[in-house]
Structures are given as C-alpha cells and as structure tokens.
C-alpha cells in the first residue's frame, strides 16, 4: 500500500526554522522529521510514499535527490582530466519516493485530491508530516479492513496541561493535575483510506478535516483507532527539543529501527 503525507504546510508556529525549510523537513536526531515518520511506515513493511509538497517543495525534492549520494560509497576519480564517479556500497531503504507539488496555498483536502492519479483506485495510507507515533501499522490496516468503512483515523488521548479545579459556591474544593482522563481523543493522523474519499474532496479550498471528515461521520464511514501509545506532534521548537531529548536518551517510542543517533554538537 502506497502511504501520503502531507508535507506542504508553511509551520507557522515554528517558524524559527520554517523560514528556511518546510516544517516537515526540520531534523531530529539529524534528520527530518518526514523521515522518522517514513521509517515508521517501512518498519511495518510499506516502502512506497507519495510526498504532497507545496511552501519550500524545492527543498524537499533537493534532499531526496541528494539521499542516494549521501548514503553510499563513492569513488570520484578525476585523474585524466575526467570526472568519474563509482558507488562502492549504498546503504539505502528500499523506498519509492513520489513527490508532489500540490500547491502554495492549496488546503489539506485539495492536496490530497491532487495526487489521485498517483494513488490509482486502491485504498492507502495517510498522514501528517509534522507528527511521529508507536501505533502497530499493520493491526491499524488489519482494523480498517474489518470494518469495511470509507476511513479510519488513530486517535490518541493528550495529557492536558491545566490543573483541574473543583469548584463549589465561588470556593475550590479540590485541585489535582489533569491526566489522560480529562481529554477528549484527537485525530492523530495515521489514517487508512478507500478511494472513495476522493469523491468527497472538491478543490484546493478543501479542508480535510473540515467537510469531508464531516459527511463521513454523517454517514456512518469513519471509524477510530484508540492508540493509547505514544504520539506526539511537532509544532514549536518546545516540541521539537522534547523529541530530540528522547532520541539522544534512546527512549524514542518511535523508533523501532536500528540506526545510530548522530550527537548533537
């Protein structure tokens, strides 16, 4: 199954790095956060992604040109006035990457639209660029199938960060810290879809999660995944830096595959 992530957003609210960079392509533990979440996908045996690009896709597309080259033994012999070049070894996924200009202010669900023809007439992964998760890919698909909805979406409970007060007659008679109890799950991403979801997005105004998501509700053709492991979204440098510290402690829930976490200078 082929797996799309958005990865076209301007990342507003990190745009200490944003500026230079789309949000996706921000590194932890060295690189992007795009790839931790490719690597997850790969884990589960899914190697080919469709890469919906838009604000800085130039970027995007350079570093994957660039992936070959930088993940092999090369060879550059320039003696004879030539420029020859040998790959000794490559140490590389067996991915294949799609990549997708959708558009710079194209919404979530015009950018899906956009990449149909890439997708064909088959179901497929979806997600977001900007967050990374432990949930078992494959029981997640063994679900959607069961079901035999239009979508299903994984939906986590966050840890809220207020204090809950109980209060009676103007007087707090209580305080506690709140916990996984108080949220309300949210739509985590790491979605499974039918083509027929296409037929609920209209153009590049769509929004995803606004319309199309709704209808399906209406209709009875979304379901949720309760993943009650770790998610975590990247939308400020506070995040970002929480990621990187679980990386360099070797407690990243995410990551399940062995590769040395380059120390950070």
Request: net charge neutral.
């Amino acid at each position: 199954m082929k797996t799309v992530i958005l990865a076209g957003g301007f990342g507003s609210r990190i745009s200490e790095e944003s500026v230079y960079k789309p949000k996706p392509m921000i590194e932890i533990g060295g690189m992007p956060i795009l790839w931790h979440i490719m690597k997850e996908y790969a884990y589960y045996g899914h190697n080919e992604f469709i890469i919906c690009a838009g604000y800085k896709q130039e970027y995007i597309k350079e570093w994957f040109s660039n992936y070959f080259l930088y993940n092999s033994d090369v060879c550059f012999d320039f003696r004879n006035g030539r420029n020859e070049m040998t790959i000794h070894e490559s140490h590389l996924e067996p991915w294949k990457v799609t990549i997708v200009d959708t558009g710079y202010n194209t919404m979530t669900g015009g950018r899906i639209k956009r990449i149909q023809k890439y997708v064909g007439s088959e179901p497929f992964f979806m997600t977001y660029g900007d967050g990374v998760c432990d949930v078992d890919i494959n029981k997640l698909l063994e679900f959607h199938k069961c079901h035999g909805k239009i979508a299903t979406l994984t939906a986590v409970k966050m840890k809220q960060e207020k204090g809950v007060l109980d209060i009676e007659g103007g007087a707090v008679k209580s305080f506690r810290e709140k916990n996984l109890a108080d949220g309300a799950p949210i739509n985590a991403g790491y979605m499974v879809l039918q083509p027929e979801i296409f037929n609920y997005l209209e153009d590049d105004t769509t929004v995803f999660e606004r319309k199309p998501l709704e209808a399906l509700v209406k209709e009875g053709q979304l379901m949720s995944y309760i993943h009650e492991g770790f998610w975590q979204c990247m939308d400020n440098v506070r995040e970002r830096d929480m990621l990187e510290k679980l990386l360099q402690a070797g407690k990243a829930p995410w990551k399940k595959w062995e590769r040395t976490v380059p120390k950070v200078q």
